[in-house]
């Protein structure tokens, strides 16, 4: 009935895929592999608690009241401290924006720089939520496949070549989907292609800190080399995600025009939450409390690789996360996932269908496993139950 009030824009977007399949996991009973929930026994709920009643009596009436648009300034500082010490950035807090989340970041990205038309080149498969984002700005999109190193070189040369994206929307660190991370020696090669293309490089890290081996920190795609970078990052994972609060770094020229189009669509992120993180960071050590995040999601993606190799067919495919929050299965060639996933649901066990990473899906034969919102116990029992519905098909 309200068909023809509906804009263009928003008949062509796909309701989020995985939303939809949290519908169906509601059932107590379902183990769900589906989401990527951190696991709520890593969020500081002490600390945080502290800190609410320090900024409560410090700051009185100002953590309820408008701010303004790109952010409390003590909390870009902390980012601006951090990206100088990991990354030997030359910034300020006139290079950082505040957003609602990693999503807002990419839905400003979409407003400042998406027409309808333009080439975007993002790897194959990409996370959904970019898709669903620039979807709804008309991108074109244009794909470069993924090797166990990273971007596959010979494929990005021939995307460029070919479609001359105006951006590039890269995950280097524990891809999502596929955990996948890009080495240091793929890195260099990627820039050396991109460096003489007139282009936006779009880097997301929401989860470079949680790398599981080592506190090894590979560079980011033309670190200090370019003004065209932007940098995504994101407390959801390493502090908590129900504040919702991202951030952008980027040229100064780039931040004023996200801040036009952010006043557009919020005013400014919640000032509560700038407050209570920045004052958390202030009495904490952040590096102390990520690493307590990172051996608990090593343990229990320890226990669903042990698991999958235990009970898994021989001729299904995994990765092997060295941190993230994601694996990534593959079943034999010609094989529908959508079959596998209504058995799985079936046996109560829930996972996301490789169908909504990729851009004009068919036949897909591969998904996507969350590890961090379960126990050990009940990972493997999940996975248990997912490799009896993958011999059924």
């Not at 999502?176 to 090669?189: D, F, H, I």
């Not at 994972?237 to 609060?245: A, D, E, F, N, S």
């Not at 995040?293 to 343990?299: G, H």
């Amino acid at each position: 009935m309200f068909e023809k009030f509906y804009s263009e824009r928003i008949k062509n977007t796909p309701s989020s895929f995985i939303r939809e399949i949290l519908k169906v996991t509601q059932n107590s009973d379902i183990i769900s592999f589906a989401g990527g929930l951190p696991n709520p026994i890593s969020f500081p709920q002490e600390a945080l608690k502290v800190s609410m009643n320090r900024i409560a009596d410090k700051y009185g009436a100002k953590i309820y009241q408008y701010s303004t648009t790109c952010g409390l300034d003590s909390l870009r500082e902390h980012i601006v401290n951090r990206y100088k010490n990991l990354w030997n950035m030359d910034i300020t807090i006139d290079n950082v924006i505040i957003t609602t989340g990693s999503q807002q970041a990419l839905d400003l990205i979409g407003k400042v720089f998406i027409n309808e038309g333009d080439n975007v080149m993002v790897e194959k498969p990409s996370y959904l939520g970019l898709l669903q984002v620039f979807c709804l700005y008309r991108a074109n999109f244009v794909t470069t496949k993924l090797n166990d190193d990273g971007l596959d070189i010979n494929d990005l040369k021939n995307t460029l070549k070919t479609y001359k994206p105006k951006a590039a929307y890269l995950i280097p660190n524990f891809q999502n989907p596929t955990g996948l991370t890009y080495t240091k020696e793929n890195r260099e090669k990627v820039f050396d292609a991109l460096k003489d293309e007139d282009m936006l490089l779009i880097q997301d890290d929401p989860y470079g800190e949680l790398r599981f081996e080592d506190n090894i920190r590979i560079p980011y795609i033309g670190l200090n080399q370019t003004e065209k970078n932007l940098y995504l990052g994101s407390f959801s994972k390493i502090v908590t995600p129900g504040m919702r609060l991202g951030y952008i770094i980027a040229n100064k020229e780039i931040i004023k025009m996200l801040e036009t189009a952010k006043q557009a669509s919020d005013l400014h992120s919640n000032i509560f939450g700038q407050y209570l993180i920045s004052d958390y960071l202030s009495n904490n050590d952040l590096d102390t409390h990520i690493e307590k995040i990172k051996q608990l999601y090593k343990e229990q993606a320890g226990a669903m690789v042990s698991a999958m190799e235990e009970y898994f067919p021989q001729n299904i495919k995994f990765t092997k996360p060295k941190g993230g929050m994601f694996t990534w299965v593959t079943l034999e060639e010609g094989k529908d996932v959508l079959q596998l996933f209504d058995k799985a649901i079936a046996k109560k066990v829930a996972f996301v269908p490789g169908h909504p990473f990729y851009i004009n899906p068919k036949t897909v034969n591969t998904l996507r496993l969350n590890y961090t919102n379960a126990d050990s116990t009940t990972i493997k029992t999940g996975i248990k139950r997912l490799a009896e519905a993958l011999n059924e098909v």
